[in-house]
């Protein structure tokens, strides 16, 4: 499949990409930096130089895929802004849009969000932002009907590491086999690549777990 | 002051129009129709002619307070659109940035969305998408910590008439006299030209009724 990464040089987005091009895919990084995106990607990387806020609809028809792997953790509004760019954009197009989120718009056991928990440790002003507008961008996502959209949750840790085994989930929090909630990066970009080959999750979340 | 109002030949944006020039105050219009506009606003009406999704932060610094009374009653996500590219436009600017919601985000006596309500009267379907995306509108404001926002809903009837008494409520959906919940496009555009006169409601939304 022509699989589109946006953010495609951010942990996320390389796991992605490294992951479609193992499964023999047509893969294309959205970079702001060519130097970096080759850097990252490596020199024989397909590469759109574009910032995320003009990359268009029409622009994204090419694909029959686009991963929205932008992460901006010093300034999570900008996570929510590009979503809400790129929902725009591709309102009664047909290209699939997949959303990468984090732990906080998971739900816990009473049906609460995590960020809810999350907001009342005690260092928590320092990065509850982030998971606060995650939030936001399930909300968004949620009242959507226009977009061929999935969205896939990470877990409380989230880490740069190998695809190993992984567990998927739907709206709740998940633990893996030690009891903590973690992924990697691996294995989130391998049940990402699952659902873009098989589709389970139509214009809903899911999330993945380490085993 | 000087006041911009997005969506300036709608029946809310007339209204505030009107309200503002009566008031004294320094009043241009965002419109996509210069022909329209004067038209609808006098020939003397300082216009600018813009696509919303066009307007950026930096246009909008010349002004104490934009008005987005843009409203898509066919397309009604396009409104949450136009609000999430103001704010992503307005993110750390000083203007003061006012929304306007209908009354779907409004509160139900038990808590929940006046929307919940809605979606289930028999011939919802033809119209209930837009409070749904209302009440999004209303949930990307709530995530907003960086935008100098307001905003106001209307009532269950909100309808083209005169400024003649009304009074404010917060969350809820409020009943006039009549035991109805109604408002008017002057009464409301009464209410908001009084709060940017006299704020009260910072980064928070309200709501108005007729007396």
Not at 62 to 84: C, K, W, Y
Not at 108 to 113: L, T
């Given at each position: 499949m022509k699989i589109g990464i946006i953010g495609a040089t951010g942990m996320t987005g390389k796991a992605l990409y490294n992951e479609a091009i193992n499964r023999g895919h047509d893969v294309t990084g959205f970079v702001r930096n060519e130097t970096r995106g080759k850097d990252v990607l490596g020199s024989d990387a397909q590469l759109i130089v574009e910032d995320a806020f003009a990359i268009t609809g029409t622009q994204l028809d090419?694909?029959?895929?686009?991963?929205?792997?932008?992460?901006?953790?010093?300034?999570?509004?900008?996570?929510?802004?590009?979503?809400?760019h790129l929902i725009h954009q591709t309102r009664h197009h047909d290209?699939?849009?997949?959303?990468?989120?984090?732990?906080?718009?998971?739900?816990?056991?009473?049906?609460?969000?995590?960020?809810?928990?999350?907001?009342?440790?005690?260092?928590?002003?320092?990065?509850?932002?982030?998971?606060?507008?995650?939030?936001?961008?399930?909300?968004?996502?949620?009242?959507?009907?226009?977009?061929?959209?999935?969205?896939?949750?990470?877990?409380?840790?989230?880490?740069?590491?190998?695809?190993?085994e992984y567990v998927l989930g739907k709206d709740h929090l998940m633990h893996a086999s030690d009891g903590k909630s973690h992924v990697t990066s691996g294995n989130l970009a391998g049940a990402v690549m699952d659902e873009i080959e098989q589709p389970q999750f139509k214009m809903a979340r899911f999330t993945v777990s380490d085993k």
């Open positions: 090419q694909f029959d895929v686009v991963i929205d792997a932008f992460a901006n953790h010093t300034e999570p509004e900008q996570n929510l802004d590009v979503l809400t290209v699939r849009m997949f959303f990468i989120l984090g732990a906080g718009p998971l739900l816990q056991e009473d049906g609460s969000y995590v960020y809810d928990f999350l907001k009342t440790l005690p260092d928590a002003a320092a990065w509850v932002d982030e998971p606060r507008y995650g939030v936001t961008e399930l909300q968004v996502l949620l009242s959507t009907r226009d977009v061929n959209w999935t969205a896939i949750s990470a877990q409380n840790e989230y880490t740069e590491g190998p695809k190993t």
